[in-house]
């Protein structure tokens, strides 16, 4: 007997019209989904962090050389893809819910 699917739950409750939307889209597709907005959240954060350590000078294990730039901006990167991958701030949620509500209502 197989198992039953999990009710996805946003903010909480369950979204029904997500559990509709994902019966109507392959599994392959969800995971690309899946895929594709823990990037764009990867992205955000880069952004995000990057903005953050705009105006620091002389940090890190270069000092304030041409390379403390090119370090921090790959810490920087490899923080957000870390911090996207284990949950990050929610945007790959809705970013999720949001294409796989496209694609399903592409398929009706």
Do not use: C, H
């Amino acid at each position: 007997m197989p198992a039953k699917a999990m009710m996805p739950m946003i903010n909480g409750r369950p979204d029904f019209q997500l559990a509709d939307a994902l019966t109507k889209v392959s599994p392959q597709a969800q995971a690309k989904a899946k895929a594709t907005a823990t990037d764009f959240e990867a992205m955000f954060l880069n952004s995000m962090f990057s903005q953050m350590t705009s105006g620091i000078k002389g940090d890190g294990p270069f000092g304030d050389t041409t390379g403390t730039g090119v370090w921090r901006s790959m810490l920087t990167e490899q923080y957000s893809q870390n911090f996207a991958k284990s949950g990050g701030v929610g945007i790959s949620n809705d970013v999720y819910r949001t294409l796989i509500l496209q694609q399903a209502g592409r398929s009706s």
